[in-house]
């Protein structure tokens, strides 16, 4: 089984300015989603990029917490693919 992420932010989304982050897991066997969150950042971010690496991070440490939790049970030990919208963040 392999499971695939989706990472997105709103910038500046907030009245008091923190943007807010989202991601989403699924598994690519059924195409049900396994783990989802969204929640506003702790700190306000300078740019829609910086947004972006934020919201990353979340969904990157939710990706580790998931392959370590399917290796444990069934030995999953396939690579996480998280997928993100901004093209500034690949280069």
Same mark, same amino acid.
């Given at each position: !089984?392999?499971i695939? &992420?989706f990472s997105?932010?709103?910038?500046g989304?907030s009245?008091d300015r923190?943007?807010?982050?989202?991601? +989403?897991? #699924? *598994?690519? *066997? *059924?195409s *049900? %989603?396994?783990?989802w #969150?969204?929640?506003?950042?702790?700190?306000v $971010? @300078?740019s829609s /990029?910086? $947004?972006e690496?934020?919201? @990353?991070t979340?969904? +990157?440490?939710? &990706?580790?917490? @998931?392959?370590? %939790? %399917? /290796?444990? !049970?069934? &030995?999953?030990?396939e690579? $996480?693919g998280?997928? +993100?919208?901004?093209e +500034?963040l @690949?280069t």
């Amino acid at each position: !089984m392999q499971i695939t &992420g989706f990472s997105d932010s709103d910038w500046g989304g907030s009245s008091d300015r923190k943007s807010i982050s989202g991601y +989403v897991f #699924k *598994s690519s *066997s *059924s195409s *049900s %989603l396994i783990s989802w #969150k969204s929640k506003k950042q702790n700190i306000v $971010a @300078l740019s829609s /990029c910086e $947004a972006e690496y934020i919201a @990353l991070t979340y969904a +990157v440490q939710e &990706g580790i917490f @998931l392959k370590q %939790l %399917l /290796c444990d !049970m069934d &030995g999953y030990d396939e690579p $996480a693919g998280i997928f +993100v919208d901004k093209e +500034v963040l @690949l280069t």
